[in-house]
């Protein structure tokens, strides 16, 4: 299980509530004060927020409570277009990030005699840009006429057919999906090598003996060995990938033709831009439920789908 | 426990030290604003703290969103500062709870017939939106604009183009012989919707002025045979290759105006704000000018005229309620205002060129080349009889600017994207 | 074995493939700063006359400097906080056992959840109710509120990692709760408070929109604004904003290569095994 794994691992040496003897004598108050700091901060910050959403998006049209505002988000094209612009968010970046990840990690891990810090180190180093200069930067770099992806079509003698990535609505979304993959491949890199790292090598001994060796022994030892760190990045991911703000909104501003709005982005336009506080809530708590239930979907997968090669490679140790 | 007395003790020393000196301290009034620019600002800043010295100004400059994010998130939490920068319309009307009714301040700095001082289309626009019945000035302007185009004499002479082209043939001819000579022919930054309505607007006054103007002030004729060969026009922009490929990618700000300082374009949609360039930029064509010319957006048909002028209010300045919160920081608030548009500080910004200034009678101060100055003077006059270029409705702005972008991407004929406005506008008049 | 070394040597291609291509946009920063004003539109990636004039240009306006410090105290502050609550918190639900821990942590986790365009809000109409409003406090509230999912869920973890004797060897010397914590928890799960640590400060060095709103005063303003702050005056000459965009991004890279070491090691020391 990756350290930062969301759920109380079942392999872990910790044990589940009630199994152990207390063994502290903490008082109810004493008990309360360890709560105290992280609850104040807690309230303040996250649940009051929570509840002024929730009743802000209540306030319907001339001030009267209800659900108008869900119903004309249910008729708006534009929140359609930022729903679905979100799921793709989160399969094209999940997809591309656990793949490069952890393929990368491989590599660095299974097949490097010498320097795999440095290359976690290089790869690591988008993660610590600030998303206001990245913004920028990928802008520049695609621009049609001087950038640098023109520079090499413009070498390649297709100057031409130059595709104007952000400027177009079928590509703007992708095209800054890719720099949010740029940004964060680096850091799936480094947790599956935290992943394989922490696999038993006389386990993979032993899986060379028995044959599996190659890619073989990638599929059907480390991938699932690998399962806690990939729910978790799963998890992060999807989080992530659904409140990615600043990158769009410096890049295309949700545009062009609203093309590149996620629910993230449309929250702010409405909002800020357009003064329609109430409908803004109604997006946000839409999105805070979609958020949870991706989340809990992709447990409810993880506990499925990995479940059965984990307690296989537990019976192999 | 005795740690934290100390620290309130210390708090509470300080506390009265401050209160203390706070005859002597001189007043500090802050202001927010996206416009001018955050060096002329500062300038403008430092001059009337010059005029007086027990005046200090806080002054922060942000680009167009993050202000009005900032203003936004400040007016919800009560914390707006004392004098805030707005454009006319919508926006003033939003800040209208948190404003001070201007008219006896303005009396008290420039009499009571202070109105003459402004053409009387701004003091028009600068009321616009406010509730039936109230006719008083919410903010007061301080820089007007005019609309139109610009051109790069250096990139006509290049491709061979004598003088701005004078119908919409020419105009799409030209642009064909600056991109061959290796130029961007007309630049535009699509992605900022603010520009992509003020390029539909200029071609829609030529089309159809009295239903554009009705439909800045919230009527819902979007749908209107005019407002529809506006967007003709502009679907012709993208088909005709006049706007560079991708354009619906790039910014007005910086990237247009960089590549149109860097000598890289032939034409762009700008104002009578570039001229600012000439105290911005080092580049010597810029410095004087020379290198630049204007003109408005070209006859639709062969032997017609260009659009007529589009402009108005470009930034005014209202004063919060917050300002009152002492009677030395509103005394020194309202200095601050008057310096802003008619004196010291208004000065500076005129003497930079940041834009056309709002109060009649100011003049730069320092003589201008002649081929500044023709331009200055034309701007002026031009001025005097300007329509209106503002959309009052913050969600009819947004959509036209996306449903224009549809167009230019070829994802909705002209006709779809005007009647998804109309319907946005039908609704929001509705409300 | 000749496989073997065939399969390293393709590995070596592939990843310096995937890091070239991962420098490539930093490298593209770097050397647009190094442009004069009639390069910088060059389609290229190194443009043949390379100067150092935007730096000094950039460095001689200064201002930079204040924002550097503005996010130090902001990123160091945040990290403290958030480590103070995170500890306290775990401890009560991972050693104490507290009723209700298990409530509390998911309560807390779905904080993970929540859109940051609508907290902006509701946060600064509490912080001006506090006073907060342009004080470093102000910010660093809401990133520890922002970061203590995170942290918890990694010194819970940690925590219950350790095993019951230590804990009761204490226990039984007497030991309070208080001192439990501070001298035999804390020091065995410091590789997880490193983790936590350097999370928390690249979350806050990097934050932009909370930042926007809640620091509205130049003075106050942490690295994230300063491009904003930048791009008016800079307009017309990208050299001095990518100047400025390097200086921006090229010291996180330095401190994160720097305490790297620690932070790879904490991920791997903590408790991985599953």
Redesign the interface.
């Known amino acids: 299980?990756?350290?930062?794994?969301?759920k109380?691992?079942a392999?872990?040496?910790?044990?589940a509530?009630g199994q152990?003897t207390?063994?502290?004598?903490?008082g109810p108050v004493?008990?309360a004060?360890?709560?105290?700091?992280?609850?104040v901060?807690?309230a303040?910050?996250?649940l009051?927020?929570?509840l002024?959403?929730i009743g802000a998006s209540l306030v319907g049209?001339h001030g009267r409570p209800g659900f108008a505002n869900y119903a004309v988000a249910a008729q708006d094209p534009?929140f359609w277009t930022a729903l679905e612009n979100s799921l793709i968010w989160v399969a094209v970046s999940l997809i591309l990030e656990i793949a490069?990840g952890f393929a990368?990690a491989v590599?660095?891990e299974l097949?490097?005699?010498r320097g795999r810090?440095i290359?976690?180190?290089?790869?690591?180093?988008?993660?610590?840009?600030?998303?206001?200069?990245?913004a920028?930067?990928?802008?520049?770099?695609?621009?049609?006429?001087?950038?640098?992806l023109?520079?090499l079509f413009?070498w390649l003698g297709l100057a031409d057919s130059?595709p104007?990535?952000?400027?177009?609505?079928s590509t703007?979304t992708l095209a800054i999906i890719v720099v949010n993959v740029?940004q964060w491949?680096?850091f799936f890199v480094?947790?599956y090598?935290?992943?394989i790292?922490?696999i038993d090598r006389a386990l993979l001994d032993a899986a060379e003996i028995d044959g599996a060796r190659?890619l073989g022994r990638i599929r059907h030892i480390i991938w699932p060995?690998c399962?806690?760190t990939t729910v978790s990045l799963v998890v992060l991911g999807t989080?992530q990938a659904?409140?990615q703000?600043?990158l769009i909104?410096l890049m295309?501003?949700g545009?062009?033709?609203?093309?590149s709005q996620t629910?993230?982005?449309y929250?702010?336009?409405t909002?800020?831009?357009?003064?329609?506080?109430p409908y803004?809530?109604a997006i946000?708590v839409v999105?805070?439920v979609l958020?949870?239930v991706l989340?809990a979907v992709e447990y409810g997968l993880a506990g499925a789908r990995f479940a059965p090669s984990?307690r296989e490679s537990r019976d192999a140790v | 426990m005795l740690r934290f007395l100390r620290e309130a003790a210390f708090g509470l020393a300080g506390w009265l030290a401050l209160t203390a000196t706070a005859a002597a301290a001189p007043v500090t009034v802050t202001l927010w604003s996206w416009s001018p620019v955050a060096p002329t600002m500062a300038a403008m800043a430092a001059a009337i703290e010059k005029a007086h010295p027990d005046i200090r100004i806080d002054a922060t400059i942000q680009p167009h969103t993050a202000y009005f994010t900032a203003i936004k998130a400040a007016q919800a939490s009560g914390t707006l500062p004392d004098l805030i920068g707005l454009p006319p319309g919508a926006y003033t009307q939003e800040y209208r709870p948190d404003l001070e009714p201007l008219d006896a301040i303005a009396a008290d700095s420039w009499g009571a017939d202070w109105q003459k001082n402004f053409a009387p289309a701004l003091l028009t626009q600068a009321r616009l939106g406010n509730p039936k019945g109230d006719t008083q000035f919410y903010m007061l302007p301080q820089e007007a604009e005019v609309l139109n185009l610009w051109y790069s004499r250096a990139a006509f002479a290049r491709a061979g183009i004598a003088a701005p082209p004078a119908n919409f043939d020419e105009l799409v001819a030209d642009v064909a012989k600056l991109r061959k000579a290796g130029f961007i022919g007309f630049y535009q930054g699509g992605g900022t919707g603010l520009f992509d309505n003020w390029v539909f607007m200029q071609i829609a006054a030529q089309t159809d002025l009295a239903d554009l103007l009705a439909a800045e002030n919230g009527a819902a004729v979007w749908d209107k045979p005019g407002m529809l060969a506006a967007a003709k026009v502009w679907e012709q922009l993208f088909t005709r290759r006049v706007v560079q490929p991708g354009a619906l990618s790039a910014l007005q700000y910086p990237t247009g105006a960089n590549l149109f300082a860097a000598g890289r374009v032939g034409m762009i949609s700008l104002g009578s704000w570039w001229l600012q360039e000439t105290h911005l930029s080092t580049n010597p064509a810029l410095a004087t000018m020379s290198g630049y010319g204007k003109f408005f957006f070209p006859a639709l048909r062969e032997g017609g005229s260009a659009s007529p002028t589009l402009g108005g209010v470009d930034i005014g300045w209202g004063i919060t309620k917050n300002a009152a919160k002492s009677p030395a920081v509103e005394a020194a608030t309202k200095i601050v205002l008057k310096e802003l548009i008619s004196g010291a500080g208004e000065q500076v910004a005129l003497d930079q060129l940041n834009d056309l200034p709002a109060f009649n009678g100011m003049q730069p101060s320092a003589p201008l080349s002649p081929h500044l100055k023709a331009l200055y003077d034309t701007y002026i006059q031009e001025l005097a009889t300007a329509n209106p270029h503002q959309i009052g409705n913050p969600v009819v702005f947004n959509t036209l600017a996306a449903n224009l972008q549809a167009v230019g991407a070829g994802t909705k004929t002209p006709e779809a994207a005007m009647q998804a406005v109309q319907k946005v506008a039908a609704a929001q008049a509705a409300n | 074995m000749r496989s073997e070394h065939g399969a390293r040597r393709l590995a070596l291609v592939l990843l310096l493939a995937a890091t070239a291509a991962s420098l490539l946009p930093s490298v593209y920063m770097v050397d647009i700063s190094l442009r004069d004003s009639t390069e910088s539109f060059a389609p290229v990636l190194f443009a043949p006359h390379p100067t150092l004039a935007n730096y000094a240009a950039v460095l001689a306006t200064g201002g930079l400097g204040r924002f550097f410090l503005n996010s130090v105290i902001v990123s160091t502050g945040s990290v403290a906080l958030t480590l103070v609550a995170a500890i306290c918190l775990s401890f009560a639900i991972a050693r104490l056992k507290i009723r209700g821990g298990r409530v509390i942590l998911l309560a807390v986790l779905s904080a993970l959840l929540l859109p940051l365009a609508s907290l902006l809000i509701p946060i600064t109409v509490l912080l001006k109710h506090l006073a907060l409003t342009n004080t470093y406090l102000g910010l660093i509230g809401p990133f520890a509120a922002l970061g203590i999912p995170f942290a918890t869920v990694i010194l819970k973890e940690a925590m219950e990692a350790i095993p019951d004797e230590l804990e009761e060897a204490a226990t039984i010397d007497g030991a309070s709760s208080l001192t439990l914590l501070v001298r035999i928890i804390t020091p065995l799960i410091r590789s997880a408070l490193i983790v936590v640590a350097v999370w928390q400060f690249l979350f806050s060095w990097n934050e932009f929109f909370l930042a926007l709103v809640i620091m509205t005063q130049d003075a106050m303003k942490p690295l994230p604004l300063a491009p904003l702050y930048y791009e008016g005056p800079y307009m017309t000459d990208p050299g001095k904003l990518f100047a400025i965009l390097t200086l921006i991004a090229i010291i996180p890279m330095i401190f994160y290569a720097v305490l790297q070491r620690w932070f790879v090691g904490g991920l791997m020391a903590g408790g991985v095994k599953g």
């Open positions: 299980m990756g350290v930062w794994g969301l109380a691992p392999g872990s040496r910790g044990r509530p152990r207390r063994v502290l004598g903490a004493a008990s004060l360890y709560v105290a700091p992280a609850f901060l807690f303040a910050f996250i009051f927020p929570i002024s959403n049209a534009v490069a990368l590599l660095i097949y490097l005699a810090a290359f976690r180190t290089l790869l690591f180093l988008p993660m610590v840009i600030t998303p206001s200069v990245i920028l930067v990928f802008t520049t770099l695609y621009a049609p006429d001087y950038g640098l023109f520079g413009n130059f104007a990535l952000l400027g177009t609505p703007a740029w491949s680096g480094l947790m090598c935290v992943g790292a922490a190659g060995l399962r806690g989080i659904l409140q703000f600043p909104y295309t501003e545009g062009p033709a609203n093309a629910l993230a982005t929250i702010f336009q909002g800020f831009s357009e003064n329609e506080m803004a809530s946000a999105l805070f958020a949870l989340v984990s």
